[in-house]
């Protein structure tokens, strides 16, 4: 059974040895950046499987911004913040000069960056980074447990072979009945977590989208008119090419698989004890 102390001790290791060795490279191997803060970042974020992937290749095209994705320095950011939410105001400028430093950022360029993860930080990241901008791309959540289950990294943690390092964000009733879950179940749950995580700043309406995958398989071109729009940036000649070229999986493949009874219900539960509002079909 996953607690928060076993979580958070072993992730607090991990880390530890990690940051040691990731302070010895940052010294040795990134440049010193052209600026010192990040201007008008855009952040994607979302449940792992989503599309996130997706959304940052096409965008990253754009001449206005330098794109990267996942990047383990930051990841190793993002996990520690998780797991010390209470020092999350320390780790931010932290985190803002690795950014800095990973992308050598110079006018007129904007950090375009998506680790998932962010999901879980989004409203002290939006209070820090004060003109940053968040894409949150939302996708099935049967889809998405589907997908994560044939991710190694991602079912071994739903395994706990990794840190759960998102178990002490669950409401209390989860934690006690996760013990019990299927892996499909877990993984809905991941997908909660991150879902609702990253709906804390809808309030912010000129910094926060939500833009629907399903939508995005539908009509490419007008999501990104719109994601276009909303991130301030112009039209670039390859994004039709990287529409056409980089084509979206089919949505709603979740209809193709057989559930038991006791998923549908489950299902439905996490979407009123997390209050979301999705298809029930």
Known sequence: MVTQGLVGENLLKTISFQKSLVKAHIRRQLPWPRSTALKKPIFIVGSSRSGTTILAEVLSHSPELYSFTEHPLVRRHMWSMVANLDKVDTELPELQKTLVRLSGICAPERLL??????????????????????????????????????????????????????FHLLPPVFQKQWPNLDLWERAILRWAVYLDAARGISSYDERYMEVRYEEMCQAPQECFDAILEFSELDSFPELEFQISTIQPKSANRWKMQSFTQRQKKFYLNVLDQFNITMSVR
């Not at 968040?134 to 049967?142: E, P, S, Y």
């Open 113 to 166: 960056e998506k680790t998932p993860g962010h999901s879980l930080l989004v409203k002290p990241m939006a209070d820090y980074f004060t003109d940053a901008k968040f894409i949150h791309i939302i996708r099935d959540a049967r889809d998405v447990a589907s997908s994560m289950l044939k991710h190694e990294w991602i079912a071994d943690e739903l395994r706990e072979i990794h840190p759960v390092f998102w």
